[in-house]
């Protein structure tokens, strides 16, 4: 059953789209979910030192592959946006769905590297830096897991050329979850 | 069908066919409705306060006649004790006064006040309250299963909360912590709604300073929620895993901190405080400029102040940890930047002091409640100065006189702002007049009692009792005849508080089937959700009839006109 917007939806005081409006708050709610927990790495990892040698047991290539994949499915999603601005639905789906194979792709790697980890007895229990590498990577994970279901619906739609402006605001969150991966990657990957 | 939005005058004649209960569920449990919704969130919340006081009245009575068998309990043992207690604190602020003061009125009237339809996501809407109602359920589903509920206070400090060997309670802290995070996504998604539509949705020609000061306080208090309680969601994934996969995030031998949490909690907690108090001051205001007919003292400074509050209350979170350990250097810091937030709180008192004076005031039983406000919070507020004060706060310390400081915040807050704000738009919500004999009474039996309450409990707290003691027959020097006899008139005028409230629930009732018809605006106010219906119908108005907004809410006694009020929506 079509869903009737209210008027308040159409309506925009700002001029800012409804849409786009609550994404950004959206994501600033994120940004001190995420600001929280790597604040708190970070103060912990300089009053410990010693976390340095467990750092060291990840695999930077691994975390860089991760980077560049992400890096490479946030491009799509531009490419995604371009093509719902011009009316193109079936386009811009195409390239959503190049940017969840990227998520997957993602995720696929993060489970062999972290397999590999836990076979090696690096679990989240062994010391607190690991903890903390599991916790911030784990619930970025979510983030990309929840991207990827989102944006399987959003492409849905756009294929059949409904709610394109969907296609932006999932965009805006897609290059959110690369951020977040941008910060990850350094503190839990590069800093041994 | 999970998409129909109900129209609320067909349920007139779906009410009388037995054959369409899904209809009923429809309208009243999967609606997207915001007044519907605001319904749902309000008596959520007033139903759990009634659990949040009955709580009360178990522990009071052990407190002040240990060891009876309280009437309608039994005998409370220590882990029942330490469960009341926490449960009580965690049901009254997140289970009440943040549903019923923030979601029940910021749904209601966010898009009435501005001359919408409804809120700018309707099923987002929906699903915030049906998160918050899982979060309510889990959280009393806790309270029954092995062990009993968590008993470790609503702050719920590392390691006791960590370490189930210390607690007790293995699964019902869990199952207190996942509640508590469920509240917060609900929180968050009812925030965002409100934000987007108070910026986004409002009427024709309503500019940034003709919204009322309820508005702007409801959407201030969102974000000032959303700002502060990342940094706590973080946290409570950390303890979930200390908790139940044996994670070390707050063991120090393990290489973490416990006074993490305290940080991490308090950063939240404390501009918490002020998420709960700027609604109530915005009811306060609203409902003290229309019964004193007098447009408010400052519009731009009410506003300004709330923001500076906003942003000062990210600064004072570390008073709540003076004793715990941290760097003296730092407790100075956090002394003066306390003492600070005094300043603009002072502020709007003076604000709505200043408004009283010289207007024509009529006391009507929301006027009482409002006047009531200013006068309790201002000892509330007062009695913060000795704790933060990081000097007198090592005597001051979890003692009964911080117990009674907060109450004396948080009950004009939760209910004094609440009863204010309920008896002032109940004619709006059910189109009938509250009986104002019988609020009266309620109102006078509801005061009276709480300083009664408390007031003794300064008075214990200065004489050294302790917060978290079960039976102070245990601590000689505290079982003293005159101190008993203290905490007795507590008790007692806490069964006399509670026992005016079936007052309040009977005019409730009976206002709503039998009480005078209201009409559009019995008060003669100027906001726009008094130029429609009493209920509103779906769509608030006909669709061609919005409301376009010509002037500020806050016009009364103008010179030039007749009557004493100016409705935002008349042309001039």
């Known amino acids: 059953m079509a869903h009737a917007k209210p008027l308040a939806t159409l309506r925009s005081a700002t001029g800012i789209p409804t849409g786009r409006l609550a994404v950004w708050w959206v994501l600033a709610s994120e940004v001190v979910i995420f600001g929280g927990l790597l604040g708190v790495y970070l103060m912990h990892r300089i009053g410990h030192p010693e976390w340095a040698d467990a750092a060291a047991h990840t695999q930077t290539w691994i975390g860089a592959l991760n980077t560049f994949v992400l890096l490479t499915s946030s491009f799509t999603a531009v490419l995604a946006h371009q093509a719902a601005e011009k009316g193109n639905g079936k386009e811009a789906a195409k390239f959503l769905c190049f940017t969840i194979l990227g998520a997957m792709t993602f995720l696929v790697v993060k489970s062999f590297e972290w397999y590999n980890e836990i076979s090696h007895g690096y679990t989240i229990t062994a010391n607190t830096f690991w903890s903390f590498y599991y916790t911030a990577a784990g619930l970025h994970a979510l983030h990309v897991i929840a991207g990827a279901i989102i944006m399987g619906v959003v492409a849905f739609d756009a294929f059949r050329g409904r709610e394109l402006h969907r296609v932006e605001l999932i965009g805006i969150y897609w290059h959110f979850v690369d951020v977040v991966w941008i910060f990850l990657f350094p503190l839990l990957y590069i800093a041994k | ?572």
């Open chain 2, 1 to 572: 069908m999970a998409d129909t939005v109900v129209d609320v005058h067909q349920h007139e004649h779906a009410g009388h066919d037995g054959h369409h209960d899904p209809h009923w569920i429809v309208k009243y449990l999967w609606s997207t409705d915001h007044k519907i919704i605001a319904m749902q969130y309000l008596f959520t919340g007033m139903f759990m306060g009634i659990i949040g006081a009955y709580m009360a009245y178990v522990f009071r009575m052990q407190l002040a006649f240990p060891g009876i068998s309280v009437p309608g309990f039994g005998q409370v043992s220590p882990g029942e004790y330490n469960s009341l207690i926490t449960n009580h604190g965690s049901i009254m602020i997140f289970w009440v006064a943040m549903p019923v003061l923030i979601a029940a009125f910021g749904n209601y009237l966010i898009p009435l006040m501005i001359g919408a339809d409804d809120m700018v996501f309707p099923r987002i809407n929906r699903l915030s309250y049906q998160i918050f109602l899982v979060s309510a359920i889990i959280l009393l589903a806790s309270l029954f299963v092995e062990g009993g509920g968590f008993g470790g206070a609503w702050t719920s400090y590392p390691p006791l909360s960590a370490e189930g060997d210390y607690n007790q309670t293995n699964l019902g802290s869990s199952l207190w912590l996942l509640a508590v995070a469920l509240e917060f996504v609900a929180f968050l998604l009812g925030g965002i709604n409100f934000i987007t539509t108070l910026m986004n949705s409002r009427a024709p020609g309503m500019k940034a300073y003709d919204i009322p000061m309820v508005l702007w306080m409801i959407v201030i208090a969102s974000i000032l929620f959303m700002l502060s309680v990342g940094p706590l969601i973080a946290g409570a994934v950390m303890l979930f895993f200390d908790q139940t996969i044996n994670t070390g995030f707050y063991d120090p031998t393990r290489g973490g901190d416990p006074i993490l949490w305290q940080h991490l909690f308090w950063f939240f907690g404390h501009p918490e405080v002020y998420v709960v108090l700027l609604p109530a001051i915005g009811i306060t205001v609203d409902v003290i400029a229309t019964f004193a007919r007098k447009k408010i003292f400052g519009y731009k400074l009410v506003l300004y102040t709330a923001v500076a509050t906003g942003v000062l209350s990210f600064f004072v979170w570390a008073h709540h940890q003076f004793i715990a350990g941290i760097d003296p250097r730092m407790a100075n810091v956090f002394t003066i930047t306390t003492l600070l937030i005094s300043v603009p709180i002072a502020e709007l008192l003076f604000v709505m002091i200043a408004t009283l004076y010289g207007g024509s005031i009529r006391l009507t039983t929301p006027m009482l409640w409002a006047l009531a406000f200013i006068a309790e919070f201002l000892i509330g507020g007062v009695t913060g100065i000795f704790l933060g004060a990081s000097g007198a706060d090592i005597y001051f310390h979890d003692t009964y006189f911080v117990l009674a400081h907060f109450h004396y915040t948080f009950f004009p807050i939760a209910i004094i702002g609440t009863f204010c704000g309920f008896t002032y738009w109940f004619p709006k919500m059910f189109g009938r007049m509250m009986n104002d004999t019988l609020g009266k009474i309620h109102f006078w039996g509801t005061i009276i009692p709480f300083n009664f309450i408390f007031i003794p409990l300064f008075v214990l707290g200065m004489g050294g009792q302790h917060r978290r003691i079960y039976n102070f027959q245990h601590f000689p020097e505290l079982a003293g005849p005159e101190m008993y006899s203290l905490r007795q008139i507590a008790t007692i005028s806490l069964l006399i508080m509670l026992a005016f409230q079936a007052v309040f629930f009977f005019n409730m009732f009976w206002s709503w089937f039998k009480g005078e018809k209201a009409g559009k605006n019995p008060w003669k106010a100027n906001t726009l959700e008094w130029t429609t219906e009493s209920p509103p119908g779906h769509g608030n108005w006909p669709p061609d009839q919005m409301p376009v907004v010509y002037r500020g809410p806050y016009e009364y006694g103008h010179p030039d006109r007749e009557e004493d009020y100016w409705p935002q929506h008349l042309p001039s």
